[in-house]
Each structure stands twice: as structure tokens, then as C-alpha cells.
């Protein structure tokens, strides 16, 4: 039997890549430049968890705000074409056929199809909105969903980065340990995001580790120069 496999949570994993990719880097930057800075691990960790906690809100209202904004517009697209089916139905018949033209299909199955499709009003609004304007209904729930899901993302790979310094005292040998463990993470979240995406693993591994090790590295040495040490 021939089984297709796809990927159907692709909101999901989107929210999930955005929080972990930045709670993993941003962190990790930060970590690592004030590691450049002071000694004391419980510096670097109050930082840290500071901008954790910031970052975690800043980005769940963001995922928020691109919900909402979405469901917004899908509505606003709705009433429209609602209006338009009732003002110019010709107009909007055409628009059908014009869509089953681009599959090849004769004009009379054209007409028979637009001429269908007018009978009822909803399908016929939710077929413009789907392949005229290209527009799926979200999730009614989809903006509270993805504040969630960026946030939490957010801390727990905000955490991974810090986890060294809430154990060794001194941030330099911290940082030794912080960036082999961010690494390793950054390589196996690189790899899995590239999975599901579709893209090949390995090289997308390696884009998201060289991206992480470069913030880190330019802030650790953007502090080195800026306290002299």
C-alpha cells in the first residue's frame, strides 16, 4: 500500500522553531558576553533568567498579536466576499470559472460548476476565500495557542544556555561548559527542525549551530573590548 507522509502541525513547529531557536541564542549571547565581562556566575545568571523571563512575554505577544492579526483579516476578507456574492454574483461566477481555467477545465464545465457552486452561498464564499485569495480559516484558538507554545519554547531553550552558570561559580569555566552544551542542543535542534521542514538535516544543523556560535562569539568579544579585559 502507498502511504503518504505529511506534515499537517505546521503552525506548531513553526511556533515551536521560532522560541527555541531565539531561547537558545539570544540567551547564549548574552551569557556569553558578560562572561567576557564579570566573574561571577550569579551575575550572568540573574541576567539571564531576566531576559528569559522579558524575552519569553516579548515573543509569546508577538506570536499573540500575528494570531490575532491573521484572524482578523481572514474575517474582514470573509465579510467581503459575502458582500460581493450578494452585489456583483456575475462578477464572482467569473472569478470561479477563471480558477477551473488554470486546471485545463472546458469553459462549459466551467459554467456548470460556477452556475453549482452559486447555489450555496457558504461554499461558495469559502471556495473564494481558499483559492481566489488563498486564505484558510485559522484556529479560533490559534493566537492564544502560539503565544503559549513561543513562550514556553523561548524558556526552555533559554535555560539550556544558563544551566552551567547555576552550577559554577566562576563564569569564564562556565561559559567552557555553557557552549558545548548550547552546541550540542543547537546541532540536535537544527537537525530535527531541518527533518520535519523537509530541508536537509545536516547542513540546516550546521546553519543553526554556525548562527548561535557567531551571536555568542561577536558578544563575547564585543564585551572583552568594551571593558578592556
Keep these: 500500500m502507498h502511504r503518504e507522509h505529511h506534515v499537517t502541525s505546521s503552525e506548531t513547529i513553526r511556533d515551536i522553531v521560532i522560541g527555541m531557536s531565539d531561547g537558545l541564542t539570544v540567551p547564549?549571547?548574552?551569557a556569553a558576553g558578560l562572561s567576557g565581562a564579570v566573574s561571577s556566575s550569579t551575575l550572568v545568571v540573574t541576567a539571564g533568567i531576566a531576559e528569559i523571563v522579558a524575552g519569553s512575554?516579548?515573543?509569546?505577544?508577538g506570536g499573540y498579536l500575528a494570531g490575532r492579526t491573521e484572524a482578523d483579516h481572514y474575517q474582514s476578507e470573509l465579510k467581503r466576499e459575502y458582500d460581493e456574492v450578494e452585489r456583483v454574483p456575475e462578477q464572482e461566477k467569473a472569478e470561479v470559472k477563471k480558477v477551473f481555467a488554470d486546471f485545463g477545465l472546458s469553459n462549459h464545465?466551467?459554467?456548470?460548476?460556477?452556475d453549482e457552486m452559486a447555489k450555496d452561498k457558504k461554499q461558495w464564499v469559502e471556495f473564494m476565500m481558499r483559492y481566489e485569495l488563498g486564505l484558510e480559516e485559522p484556529n479560533a484558538n490559534r493566537a492564544t495557542q502560539s503565544a503559549i507554545t513561543?513562550?514556553?519554547?523561548y524558556i526552555v531553550g533559554g535555560i539550556i544556555p544558563l544551566s552551567p552558570y547555576i552550577i559554577i561559580h566562576e563564569a569564564q569555566e562556565a561559559l567552557y561548559y555553557s557552549c558545548g552544551?548550547?552546541?550540542?542542543?543547537?546541532?540536535?535542534?537544527g537537525y530535527f527542525k531541518s527533518k520535519m521542514t523537509g530541508q536537509p538535516a545536516l547542513s540546516g544543523a550546521l546553519k543553526v549551530v554556525i548562527i548561535g556560535a557567531?551571536?555568542?562569539g561577536a558578544a563575547f568579544i564585543m564585551a572583552k573590548l568594551i571593558t578592556g579585559k
Design 28 to 30: 547564549f549571547a548574552l
Design 57 to 61: 512575554i516579548a515573543m509569546g505577544l
Design 109 to 114: 464545465l466551467q459554467d456548470e460548476i460556477a
Design 150 to 153: 513561543i513562550g514556553i519554547s
Design 181 to 189: 552544551v548550547t552546541i550540542i542542543c543547537l546541532f540536535i535542534f
Design 214 to 216: 557567531l551571536a555568542a
